[in-house]
């Protein structure tokens, strides 16, 4: 179906995480290490130099923070100083204690269509307010492991007609690929039919199941981190369908536009067949060949015929030697 933007003072609203604080913390300096340290973890990852992680990941409020942290299978998320994210594991809280919930005294307001503005609780200077990396409306990826979709995210530049990850607008009507939307497309191959099929140029995969097809976007001050785009395909774990206010873009390519077969190995002879130039040039061979077989028998036969003309014996009878005068004798 087609996407509706309520708009509500021309913003569009979002989904209400409707999630609950688990309680608010503080990093506990007895400690020597700070456990919930998710985000730094995936920055250590030796197979994924490409994959550059923010701790905290700032400038986000608790929708985005909590689909982040679900996207990467965290078991808890946080919002501290009420702007910063972070994202823990199983063991996130070890190094933290627990205090008075009035000291996470900072609101992050989300814009939603049926509640207006929703407030939560996102810390306080230097508290965590933890949450449980749970929502009712968006479940964890499956079928694929942690370490397959880092991957998958550290060489998505290596995806054919791959654009980018790029930030939509929060306005309506100013979308940043137009406002041609359909959901819910849950696969990359099935957003970029969608748009073949209104002859679009480019298709772009939002929030994991809205499709947005256009001829142009803006990507000067757009262009985002791969991490960002972090939003696994329902459809297909294995692909990326950008991310909450963020699109993964692709080119759409027409059906007559096939991949190129790949290179063969630099030590295989490649298949050799005559060129047109070889054809041409063996063609004028032959014939040149031939013209001058001819000429050359030609010639010979001229000759030939030129030497029996010009022998003044040739018609005489009296050369003949089986022709003998009756009238001579034999001594």
């Excluded at 913390?25 to 020597?32: D, E, K, L, P, V």
């Excluded at 479940?139 to 550290?154: A, Q, V």
């Excluded at 499709?211 to 785009?229: A, E």
């Excluded at 991310?243 to 630099?266: A, C, F, K, M």
Aim: hydrophobic fraction near 25%; aromatic fraction near 10%; glycine fraction near 6%.
């Amino acid at each position: 179906m087609v996407c509706e933007d309520n708009c509500i003072n021309d913003q569009i609203p979002r989904d209400d995480p409707q999630v609950v604080p688990k309680g608010c913390y503080i990093f506990n300096n007895a400690s020597i290490n700070d456990s919930f340290n998710g985000l730094t973890i995936l920055n250590n990852n030796p197979n994924t130099p490409n994959l550059k992680f923010l701790d905290p990941y700032n400038s986000q409020d608790l929708g985005y923070c909590s689909k982040f942290c679900i996207d990467f299978m965290f078991s808890y998320f946080a919002m501290v100083n009420g702007v910063d994210c972070r994202c823990g594991d199983k063991n996130a809280l070890l190094s933290y204690i627990q205090v008075n919930d009035n000291n996470c005294n900072l609101r992050c307001r989300i814009l939603t269509a049926d509640k207006g503005m929703v407030p939560y609780p996102c810390g306080g200077n230097g508290f965590y307010t933890v949450y449980n990396a749970f929502r009712p409306d968006y479940n964890p990826p499956s079928n694929i492991t942690l370490e397959e979709k880092l991957n998958i995210m550290n060489n998505i530049d290596n995806v054919p007609h791959y654009k980018g990850c790029f930030e939509d607008n929060k306005v309506c009507r100013q979308r940043n690929l137009g406002d041609d939307c359909h959901t819910p497309i849950d696969t990359i191959d099935g957003c970029i039919d969608y748009c073949r099929e209104g002859n679009f140029t480019y298709a772009g995969l939002e929030s994991r199941s809205q499709c947005f097809c256009g001829n142009s976007y803006v990507s000067v001050g757009h262009l985002k981190s791969p991490v960002d785009c972090s939003a696994s395909c329902p459809g297909n774990s294995s692909q990326l369908c950008g991310g909450e206010w963020l699109l993964s873009i692709y080119e759409v390519r027409t059906l007559t536009n096939t991949p190129l077969p790949p290179t063969p190995p630099s030590n295989t002879p490649l298949p050799t067949r005559p060129s047109h130039k070889s054809l041409i040039i063996g063609l004028s061979v032959g014939l040149g060949t031939l013209i001058i077989v001819t000429m050359v028998g030609f010639l010979i036969y001229r000759k030939r015929s030129n030497f029996n003309n010009d022998d003044p014996n040739k018609d005489d009878p009296n050369n003949d030697p089986n022709n003998e005068d009756p009238n001579s004798k034999k001594p």
